[in-house]
């Protein structure tokens, strides 16, 4: 490692640490049960830095590149072999497509009410346009439950309540987004710090000295961009996927790629500057 560089990554590595020590302190998890995981995620790096070695070679070399005994090492990853794939998120796709494709949208371009049933543009279509393995009105039940949608019996037909997919009182789901999001995020970030393949876009603005009142302006102001760049770049993802699939050369006909793409603001309030202590004049002697 370079000179200087191991004060600088000591302190990078600190700064992530402290936010999730105090996520881990408010939600009750251990220092064991993280440090379990940490123990874990060292041993899945290390794995995957040699895939040529014999397994009994691998695991000595990963037990020294990571500190963890050889023992643990194994454990670890015997542990690691037997976790399942994430599974898709159905609400969140059928959100996404509600509020981006034109079809769904007024011509202010907000998400539509929709009829419960019918052809396109119905909620039952929407709903079948994002999955057939699962039943549209278990995919209504789940959209209510969290707080997304509101289906008025009345006229049976079905709004969005939310502008943005937070689920409202489901922790579990707004922690998965936490460590879906953050975990690209930093990767991306350690991507470009290692020099390895392509270079991820990751850029931020950084402003201070601003009122309560600026910030709330500014808040607006990030929404309406991001639901502009939704609007606009899921479809055409959408088609991307599409044309890849009709070519052979999508996910569906073997390995493809993945992607995300995101946008987040954070305020804290800054403490003025300590003024300097003013020096008193010394008496003449």
């Not at 699962?134 to 939310?162: I, Y």
């Not at 044309?243 to 603001?265: E, K, M, Q, W």
């Not at 800054?270 to 003013?278: D, G, I, L, R, S």
């Amino acid at each position: 490692m370079p000179p200087g560089e191991h004060p600088a990554l000591l302190d990078a590595v600190r700064q992530l640490l402290r936010p999730l020590a105090r996520l881990a302190v408010a939600r009750g998890l251990t220092h064991a049960t993280v440090d379990e995981m940490l123990r874990a995620a060292f041993v899945e790096e290390a794995f995957a830095a040699y895939p040529q070695l014999l397994e009994h070679r691998r695991v000595s070399r990963i037990s020294a590149a990571t500190g963890i005994n050889r023992r643990e090492v194994t454990r670890l990853v015997e542990a690691r072999q037997r976790e399942a794939a994430p599974a898709r998120s159905y609400p969140s796709e059928v959100f996404a497509r509600w509020t981006t494709h034109s079809e769904y949208l007024d011509q202010d371009g907000h998400p539509r009410a929709l009829p419960r049933l019918g052809a396109a543009p119905s909620f039952e279509a929407l709903a079948q346009s994002v999955t057939r393995d699962m039943h549209p009105r278990s995919l209504l039940e789940e959209l209510l439950r969290l707080g997304l949608a509101e289906h008025d019996a009345a006229t049976d037909t079905v709004a969005l309540e939310r502008a943005a997919f937070v689920p409202k009182g489901d922790e579990a789901r707004m922690v998965g987004f936490m460590g879906a999001n953050l975990g690209d995020h930093f990767n991306a970030a350690v991507d470009n710090v290692l020099a390895v393949g392509a270079e991820h876009f990751e850029q931020a603005l950084y402003a201070d000295g601003l009122s309560d009142a600026s910030l709330a302006q500014l808040r607006r102001l990030v929404t309406q961009h991001w639901q502009a760049i939704t609007q606009d770049l899921v479809p055409r993802i959408e088609k991307m996927i599409a044309d890849d699939d009709a070519a052979g050369i999508g996910s569906t006909a073997g390995p493809g790629n993945r992607t995300r793409v995101g946008l987040f603001s954070y305020q804290t309030a800054v403490q003025p500057p300590v003024p300097p202590a003013k020096q008193g004049k010394e008496d003449a002697p």
